[in-house]
T-cell receptor, first 113, second 115 residues
């Protein structure tokens, strides 16, 4: 069964600190991997899209990495801000129809003073 | 419009009532998805449209769930005889083409509470 597992389930860090969120997947065949940020009460917003051949991609203070061999991805947040408090969801797409998106359950990040 | 719009934002229904949830995708977006998100969980796929054609409805949990997109733009998700387990946030998303290399644009969802 295609699965996406994320860790940790939740995380609390101080403002200004860095953090790394993990995503392991068993989706096959693999097309691309996405990280989304979901604020409370809002829909998810795309942060990065990574294809099979990409190892790293940055979007401001967010840097995603992908190891397609070990089927692992990480999202690194640098110099965290209070506004980074949200759920971060890893989504993996397999080849075939676009409807085949498998969502992780997310990591709930809280940035505090 | 500027983004995906969903209405209503909140809906409270008594068990057994029918509800209709509306999604206005970004203008010109070909593909439209419906997802169900339980509290603390990631979105779960319900159904997928390409223009007016419903290409995948494998995620609809029962025959009480029905979705349509008759003119290839606005979509409606209908739930008949609502049950308490239907309580969730229903997210709609659209994508410009049918390619899975483009980002999905999500609406803010409809929070359905069945009492």
């Amino acid at each position: 069964k295609n699965q996406v597992e994320q860790s940790p389930q939740s995380l609390i860090i101080l403002e200004g600190k860095n953090c790394t969120l993990q995503c392991n997947y068993t989706v096959s065949p693999f097309s691309n991997l996405r990280w989304y940020k979901q604020d409370t009460g809002r829909g998810p917003v795309s942060l990065t899209i990574m294809t099979f051949s990409e190892n790293t991609k940055s979007n401001g203070r967010y840097t995603a990495t992908l190891d397609a061999d070990t089927k692992q991805s990480s999202l690194h947040i640098t110099a965290s801000q209070l506004s980074d408090s949200a759920s971060y969801i890893c989504v993996v797409i397999n080849t075939g129809t676009a409807s085949k998106l498998t969502f992780g359950t997310g990591t709930r990040l809280q940035v505090t003073l | 419009g500027a983004g995906v719009s969903q209405s209503p934002r909140y809906k409270v229904a008594k068990r057994g009532q029918d509800v209709a949830l509306r999604c206005d995708p970004i203008s010109g977006h070909v593909s439209l998805f419906w997802y169900q998100q339980a509290l603390g969980q990631g979105p779960e796929f319900l159904t997928y449209f390409q223009n007016e054609a419903q290409l995948d409805k494998s995620g609809l949990p029962s025959d009480r769930f029905f979705a349509e997109r008759p003119e290839g733009s606005v979509s409606t998700l209908k739930i008949q005889r609502t049950q308490q387990e239907d309580s969730a946030v229903y997210l709609c998303a659209s994508i410009a083409g049918s390619s899975y290399n483009s980002p999905l644009h999500f609406g803010n969802g409809t929070r359905l509470t069945v009492t």
